[in-house]
């Protein structure tokens, strides 16, 4: 990566310097407002740590959930703050706004060695604005904070994909530099994506075909087998002919999926069985059934076994795996038995077979943690679904880009 590194920020020395950075908070919360899934957390503490250590003034910022360039309590960055402060061993202040008066007055007030995290991001609209001036103007804002002789460390990894103010703009305003997450998901993800050992199996589920059209196409082409689960399975089975009932459809892709099965025929490997359920419910009644099995007025919601099965003999063969997005809905336990055979198939990969396996953030990093599987059985779990989809996928990253300018 041609960029500045926290490495070399830290050999210039941090002590008394106003370090601003920019980390991935957005983690998810239960209907009380408790943290659920800390894992974006604990992968920021490496770089923040190393910079408290080194004696600088932080600046933590970061965004949750999608508050639509409103202050809304609901996704306030409170439950993060006392999940750093444990974490950490350290108080951290939540500023009461952005980039406001509080947000100054608490930045100007930090010793070497603490630590204040800003309200969330996107409660100013100005954030994810499409126009450059206005994302100039408030990342302008945001690098007054960091006083003079300040620096920018760009760490979450999850929103390196967006030209966003905190992400992308503020780069341009002081010397930027690559955290370690930053830093060590585009090296272990770039090896992937220029040369995978192979067999190289990639893994694809989510609901929609067209979220992941381009890397289908993109990866199809260096993949030896591309597995197909989820959601937009059921647009691949139509296309050959199927009737998924009332499963997740996406019509107006039909034709694109017989043309990928046209194109890549055995390389793509599709469901032979389904686990069926009476209605979208965690208690709904199931069966598995064969592809022209499902009951009217049914639905799919994961694979079937023999499906999992084949699946797993093909990762478990592999010399690198990348996955991305679920096998069915996980989160509820009737319909986790696709996403925990392709799970567990990769860490036997890992152990059995020395593969490569990469977990591409988002859901599929989530779906890890909710059924208990030993995340250290995983060669990387990657924190940014998006990112590390775009990527594998070949595409410049704007808040990486940025960093070597």
Known sequence: MATQTLKQLLDEGVEGRHVLVRSDFNVPLDEDGNITDPGRIDASLPTLKALLDGGAKV??????????????????LKPV?????????????????????DAHERANGLTDGEIL??????????????????????????????????????????????????????????????????????????????????????????????????VIEALAAKADKVVIGGGMCYTFLAAQGHNVQESLLQEDMIDTCKEL?????????????????????????????????????????????????????????????????????????????????????????????????VVGGGDSAASVRTLGLDEAGFSHISTGGGASLELIEGKELPGVAVLSK
Not at 278 to 283: C, G, L, S, V
């Open 59 to 76: 600046i933590a910022m970061a965004h949750l959930g999608r508050p639509k360039g409103e202050v809304n309590p609901k996704f306030s």
């Open 81 to 101: 703050a006392e999940a750093l402060s444990e974490r950490l061993g350290q108080f951290v202040a939540l500023a009461g706004d952005v980039s406001g008066e």
């Open 261 to 357: 099965i046209e194109r890549y025929g055995d390389k793509l490997l599709l469901p032979v069985d389904l686990s069926a359920a009476e209605k979208f419910d965690k208690d709904a009644e199931t069966k598995i059934v064969d592809l022209d099995g499902i009951p009217e007025g049914w639905m799919s919601l994961d694979i079937g076994p023999e499906t999992a099965k084949k699946y797993a003999a093909a990762i478990e063969d592999s010399k690198t795996v990348f996955w991305n997005g679920p096998m069915g809905v996980f989160e509820f336990p009737k319909f986790s038995a696709g996403t925990k055979a392709v799970a567990e198939a990769m860490i036997a990969a890992t152990k059995n077979n020395d593969s490569f396996t």
């Open 117 to 214: 995290l800003l309200e969330n991001v996107r409660f100013d609209p100005r954030e994810t604005s499409k126009d450059e001036n206005e994302r100039g103007e408030f990342a302008a804002e945001l690098a007054a904070l960091a006083a003079d002789n300040g620096a920018f460390v760009s760490d979450g990894f999850g929103v390196v994909h967006r030209a966003q103010a905190s992400v992308y703009d503020v780069a341009q305003k002081l010397p930027a530099y690559a955290g370690y997450l930053v830093e060590k998901e585009v090296s272990t993800l770039s090896s992937v994506k220029d040369d995978p050992a192979h067999p190289y199996v990639v893994v694809l589920g989510g609901s929609k075909v067209s979220d992941k059209l381009g």
